[in-house]
């Protein structure tokens, strides 16, 4: 099968995925929204080079339900000690696309304003993550003037069940598990960011609408979070023909 092919189709699910995962979180809203507590937290990888071109992805979950509410993937500057080689190539990347500069606040704000346009109304957020200090900030600006209420959690302690970002760092590792191009450091890393957040709406998708929260339940997380009342089948996902309607409006 011609290359081109695989990557039409690939970008193709990725475009029906995402509009879907969008449409069931519109549905909730005008039935008056989700609550919980919410979770949210950020994985690296790369695209092509681990020092030279690091990238951030931000994730944010509802935590009894395990479901994703919204993920982005954006580059991180360059970082670590560098060989003549290792800087020269950097050079050589900055002159063609500029200095990398980071995109973590911009991914983060937009979680946050995603978990805005969902929320009920008239609820506070209530939000649980690390002591990263850009995460209360970037909140407060995405959904003003509603209340936060924020705890948060040494980053260091051990990722048992008994740590409160449990969830989040589940999520996290079930992503790395799940998404071929969050292997560590071999040929199967990213290439691109854009690729990475296509894999991403799909996995979320399946992860929030076909797979149970747990292998012993049926209950998806998006019907555990009151986000829809049935479990999809994977074919009825990529089988939604939203992105085909809205070109033709």
């Known amino acids: 099968m011609n290359k081109k092919t695989v990557e039409r189709r690939f970008v193709r699910m990725a475009q029906v995925a995402r509009d879907f995962h969008l449409a069931r979180l ?11 507590n919410f979770q949210l937290d950020e994985l690296e990888t790369f695209e092509h080079h681990r020092k030279l071109k690091p990238v951030t992805m931000a994730v944010l979950i509802e935590r009894k339900s395990y479901f994703i509410v919204h993920t982005r993937a954006g580059q991180l500057a360059a970082r670590g000690r560098r060989t003549e080689a290792q800087q020269e190539r950097l ?24 978990l805005g346009g969902v929320l009920a109304p008239d609820l506070p957020i209530r939000l649980q993550t690390d002591k990263k200090r850009t995460y209360p900030t970037e909140c407060k600006r995405a959904n003003f003037p509603r209340a936060l209420y924020h705890r ?22 079930m992503m790395r598990d799940g998404m071929s191009c969050l292997v560590r450091r071999s040929w199967g890393a990213a290439k691109k960011i854009k690729g990475l ?13 076909v797979r149970g929260v747990t292998v012993k339940t049926r209950t998806t997380p998006a019907q555990s979070a009151g986000v829809c009342d049935q479990r999809w089948q994977l074919k009825e996902v990529l089988r939604w023909r939203w992105p085909q309607r809205m070109a033709r409006q």
């Open 152 to 173: 948060t959690t040494d980053s260091r302690k051990r990722r048992d069940y008994r740590n409160l970002l449990f969830p989040i760092n589940h999520t996290l590792a």
């Open 197 to 209: 957040q296509r894999h991403a709406w799909l996995w979320t998708a399946y992860r929030n609408y």
């Open 91 to 114: 050079e050589g990347i900055q002159k063609e696309e500029g200095k990398r500069r980071s995109a973590s606040r911009a991914c983060v704000r937009e979680c946050f304003e995603a």
């Open 26 to 36: 519109k549905e909730c809203t005008e039935a008056g929204g989700i609550d919980g």
